[in-house]
């Protein structure tokens, strides 16, 4: 059974960083390009970025609200998947989903991000 | 802000038939295929259709996409109480860099 636990979530100030993990288990992670998406209070779905396996360059895209503020990075020999978030703004304010592949096709349960002063 | 429009609400009585359109573009539902989530109240979204029209194992066949153009569609037929939901719809984009776009959301009410 595919599996998708994220944690380090929490409140946070204007401006702060936070680094939120996700640990897989149930299929071959490296093999897998693995995201991000999040979902701020009451309202839509929101793609940030991916990265994809290794084997495939393990390059990142990331969408322009997010870019030069988060990095997706992964740990396949911890099965772990992470975004790293710096100068986060009240519009951060969001619970934040990592997902596989290009399908985007499993989700983890979520944790929530808040900034606020 | 999403680049794919959806109606923000549908609705209908057990047993019927609901449809709900998605509107995209040439860059994205234009080239890409389309997937569909479903997401139950306070719970992680859920991939409901991918490639336009499959199905993931265990959904049952009573969810149904198409496809046609720029746009796309999910029905639900035989809708019932349990899929009272929000849906989105969702695509690559492959202008500027390949981005995942999805739609604006469409909250079905089980009336």
């Known amino acids: 059974e595919v599996q998708l636990v994220e944690s380090g979530g929490g409140l946070v100030k204007p401006g702060g960083s936070l680094r939120l993990s996700c640990v897989v288990s149930?299929?071959?992670?490296?093999?897998?390009?693995m995201g991000w998406v999040r979902q701020a209070p009451g309202k839509g779905l929101e793609w940030l970025g991916r990265?994809?396996?290794?084997?495939?360059?393990?390059?990142?895209d990331y969408a322009a609200p997010v870019k030069g503020r988060f990095t997706i990075s992964r740990d396949d020999s911890k099965n772990t998947l992470y975004l790293q978030m710096s100068s986060l703004k009240t519009e951060d304010t969001a619970v934040y989903y990592c997902?596989?592949?290009?399908?985007?096709?499993?989700w983890g349960q979520g944790t929530l991000v808040t900034v606020s002063s | 802000q999403s680049v794919l429009t959806q109606p923000p609400s549908a609705s209908g009585t057990p047993g019927q038939r609901v449809t709900i359109s998605c509107s995209g573009g040439?860059?994205?539902?234009?080239?890409?295929?389309v997937n569909w989530y479903q997401q139950l109240p306070g719970t992680a979204p859920k991939l409901l259709i991918y490639?336009?029209?499959q199905r993931p194992s265990g959904v049952p066949d009573r969810f149904s996409g198409s496809k046609s153009g720029t746009s796309a569609s999910l029905a639900i037929s035989g809708l019932q109480s349990e899929d009272e939901a929000d849906y989105y719809c969702?695509?690559?984009?492959?202008?500027?860099?390949?981005?995942?776009?999805f739609g604006t959301g469409t909250k079905v009410t089980v009336l």
């Open positions: 990265i994809k396996s290794k084997a495939d360059g393990g390059t990142t």
């Open positions: 969702a695509a690559w984009d492959d202008s500027l860099n390949a981005h995942y776009v």
């Open positions: 149930g299929f071959t992670f490296r093999n897998v390009w």
């Open positions: 490639t336009d029209n």
């Open positions: 040439s860059s994205n539902i234009g080239s890409n295929s």
């Open positions: 997902t596989t592949g290009e399908l985007v096709a499993h």
